[in-house]
C-alpha cells in the first residue's frame, strides 16, 4: 500500500509513560530526529527575537561567565556554548543528542574555541562532565513552554553537573492564557464537515460497487477527524487585538529550584474579565516568557525577557497555541469567566500534551450561560 | 525550541541494516503508525483502481476461495478478507500490526463474517496461526513497489504458512522505467535557489549582529539542501504524454519464489529509445503493475492486472515516482540511451531506497554526449 509516511510525515508513536522509560531509538525517531537537520537549526537561528534575548542576556551579564565553568544543554549548533565562550568563559560543555553535534564542533572550531567550548555528543541523561558547572544555559522551550518536554533534561542536568551556587539561564518561565477572537474555527469546521460528507459518500460506494458495509466504523472515524479537525491545539500567530479580556499566568517556575513533578501536571484556576465591546470568544490563546535574572546570591546586572505573547513586530517562532471553542460566545467587556486549567502529558508519548479547560462564563446582563468543558490535544 | 515535530511530521529514523534486526518500536514510530488511521485506510479504500483489481480477482476466481483458507497480510480495514470470506473461503486469517486490527474486528463483525474471518493483531513475523493456508492475499506494495518493504513480510508468511499448493494473490510484479519530460526540475530548482540565497543572507546577519561564523557549515547545508530539493524522487501523476521513450521492465518478480535476497538490490541495464520529436528528456518515471495469475498447477480462470502507469482515467494513489536529472537534455526521436540502474534499501531505514541512475545517450546525429550519473534518494 502506497503512503507517503516513512518518517516521513507521521503521527504520535508509543515511547512509554514517562522520560525513565522511553526507548532512545523511539523517541529519536519521535522526537529527536528533526533537530538533525541543519535547515531546522536555521530556522530558529533566523528567530530575531529569541536570538537576541540570549545574546543579551549573556552579552550584557558578563560577569557570569568570565573564567567561568558553563554547560549548554541541547547546544544544536553550538550557538549558545560559542556566545558564553566569547562572553569569557574558561570551559563551556556543549551537549547535543544528535548528529547535529558534527556540526556544532565544526562551528566551534571556525569561530577559534576549541579550546573553551567541548561538543559532547549524547542524552543529557547518560553524559558524564568532568566537573560541576556554573552555569546551566540551555533554550529548552517548546510550543506552549512545556510541549517536548525537554526541560526534563535540563532539570537532570542541573541536579547533577550545577554547583550549589550555580546561574540558570534563563532563571524564570511563565506560561499565560487569554480569550481571544479568531476566525480559524470556521477553516477547522469547513474541512471537517468536507472529510464527513466525503466519508458518507465513500460508504455508499463501498456498499454499491463492492458489498461491504462500513458504517460501522462512522463513529471511530468521526472521533479520529473530531480530534484532528476540533480538538487539536494550533501553532497561530496572533495579533495583539484579537486578545480580548485579561491575561492570566496559569505556571510560573524558577528554574533554579523546579522538579519534574512541579511540571508533570499543571492544574489551576483563573478568572479573566472581557475587555472589548461587542466581540465573540473564539476560544484561548497561550503563549510563554522566560526570564534571565540570574539568582538572588548573583543576580543578572541586566534583567532580560524573552516574550512569545502575541506582537506584531517581535514575534517568534514559537508563535502562540490556540484552543478553539467548537461555537464562539457572543460577549462583551464587563463579562467575566472563571475557568479551570489541568494539563498533563499523553500517556503514549511524553512528549505531547492534553489540556482540558472549564468554563464557566458570567455575563454583565446576569443572563445565565451554561458552562462548558473541551478537552484539547498539543500535538 | 519550538518544532512541529514530534512524531508530527518527521524524517528518517533508525532501525539497524535489515528487517531482522529491526527495534519494533522504532519500526512502528518510523512506519507502522500512519496505518493506524482510519483516514488513511479511507484513502487506499477510495482508490477505485486498486479496489476493483482485488475484488475482481477475488470475485472472478472464486474456485481459488470456495471452502479454502486464506491468510490476508497486513489486513488494514480488513477489506480484502472479507471479500476472501465472501467469495466463499472457510477461513479467513487477517493479520495487522496496528490497533487498526480493532476496526477490521468491527468491520467483520458487522458484516456477518465473524465465523470465518479471525482477525489477529501482531506483526506476521510474530503471529502463530492453527494452520497452513491455500491462499495468501495482500496488498502490500509501495511506491515504486518495493518502498516500504513490505513484501518481507509477505515472504515471511509465505514461507511459513502457505501450503505447498497455495497461490499467491498478487502472483507476479514487475517495475517499470521510461524517459519523461517534466518542469517539475524548474520548481525544485527554484525553491533550492531560494533557500539558498536567503542562506547566504543569514550568515551575513549571524556575523554581523552575532558574532559568529557560520559559513563553515555552508557546505553541509547545500548537501542536505541538495538532498531534499534536487536528489529525492517525486511522487507524482505523469500524463501519458510525458512519458518520451520506450518504457522498460527493470525487475519481474514470481510472488511464489522470490525471497528476501532476490529484492534486497535490484540491479540492472536497460534500453530506451526517445519516441517523441523535439523534446526534453527530464528523468525518468518510475511505476509497477502486479497480476493476479494463480499458478501454473491452479491457474486464474480470469487473469486481472493492476497496473500504476500514467493514466489519465486509471491514476491510482500510488502516482508514479519521478527522478528528476538537474537538467533536461534536448533530444529527439532516433536517439537512444543505455541505463545501468542499482537500486537498494537505504543503511539507516530498510523501509526507504536508494536508486543510482548511469546514462549513456545516444544521439541520432552522432554527436557524442557526456555519460552521467546520478543518485536519488526514495524517502
Known amino acids: 500500500m502506497g503512503s507517503s509516511y516513512v518518517n516521513g510525515g507521521g503521527e504520535r508513536g508509543l515511547d ?23 535547515y531546522h537549526q536555521k ?17 550584557q551579564n558578563k560577569h557570569h561567565f568570565i573564567g567561568k565553568t558553563v554547560l549548554d544543554v541541547g547546544t544544536g549548533s553550538g550557538i549558545l556554548a560559542i556566545w558564553s565562550a566569547q562572553a569569557g568563559a574558561r570551559k563551556v560543555y556543549a551537549v547535543e ?5 558534527e556540526h556544532a564542533r565544526l562551528l566551534v572550531k571556525a569561530n577559534g574555541l576549541e579550546d573553551i567550548v567541548e561538543v559532547i555528543e549524547g542524552s543529557m541523561e547518560d553524559v558524564t562532565l568532568p566537573e560541576k558547572v556554573d552555569v546551566i544555559i540551555s533554550e529548552w522551550m517548546g510550543y506552549f513552554l512545556l510541549r517536548e518536554s525537554m526541560f526534563d533534561s535540563v532539570i537532570c542536568a542541573r541536579d547533577r553537573w550545577l554547583k550549589p551556587t550555580g546561574v540558570m539561564y534563563p532563571s524564570h ?12 474555527i470556521d477553516q477547522k469546521r469547513d474541512h471537517y464537515d468536507g472529510t464527513m460528507e466525503e466519508w458518507h459518500g465513500f460508504i455508499d460506494d463501498t456498499r454499491n460497487s463492492y458489498g461491504v458495509d462500513m458504517s460501522i466504523l462512522t463513529e471511530p472515524f ?23 479580556g485579561t491575561a492570566s499566568i496559569i505556571k510560573e517556575m524558577d528554574c533554579l529550584t523546579a522538579t519534574v513533578e512541579d511540571i508533570l501536571v499543571i492544574k489551576t484556576q483563573f478568572f479573566s474579565s472581557i475587555l472589548e465591546e461587542d ?61 479551570s486549567f489541568v494539563m498533563n502529558r ?9 489540556a482540558e479547560f472549564g468554563c464557566e462564563f458570567k455575563l454583565a446582563s446576569g443572563q445565565p450561560l451554561q458552562p462548558f468543558r473541551k478537552k484539547f490535544f498539543i500535538e
Chains 1, 2 share one sequence.
Not at 543528542?97 to 553535534?101: I, Q, V
Not at 480538538?231 to 495579533?239: A, D, F, G, P, Y
Request: glycine content about 8%; charged content about 20%; some cysteine.
Open 222 to 244: 468521526t472521533d479520529e477527524q473530531k480530534k484532528y479537525y476540533l480538538q487539536t491545539s494550533l501553532w497561530n500567530n496572533l495579533r495583539p487585538e484579537q486578545v480580548i
Open 279 to 339: 466581540t465573540k470568544f473564539s476560544g484561548f490563546g497561550g503563549w510563554f516568557d522566560v526570564h534571565f535574572r540570574g539568582r538572588s546570591e548573583s543576580p543578572a546586572t541586566t534583567e532580560i525577557e524573552l516574550s512569545t505573547a502575541p506582537s506584531i513586530e517581535n514575534g517568534t517562532h514559537w508563535g502562540q497555541q490556540v484552543f478553539l471553542l467548537n461555537s464562539p460566545i457572543r460577549c462583551s467587556k464587563g463579562d467575566n469567566m472563571n475557568v
Open 97 to 101: 543528542a544528535t548528529k547535529m553535534s
Open 43 to 59: 530556522e530558529m537561528l533566523s528567530d530575531r527575537v529569541r536570538m537576541d534575548a540570549y545574546y543579551n542576556s549573556i552579552s
Open 346 to 354: 499523553a500517556k503514549d508519548n511524553h512528549r505531547l500534551l492534553e
Open 173 to 184: 518561565a511563565r506560561i499565560w492564557l487569554a480569550p481571544i477572537k479568531s476566525h480559524l
Open 16 to 38: 512509554g509513560a514517562g522520560p525513565g522509560s522511553v526507548d532512545k531509538g523511539v523517541d529519536y525517531a519521535n522526537y529527536f530526529c528533526t533537530y538533525s537537520f541543519l
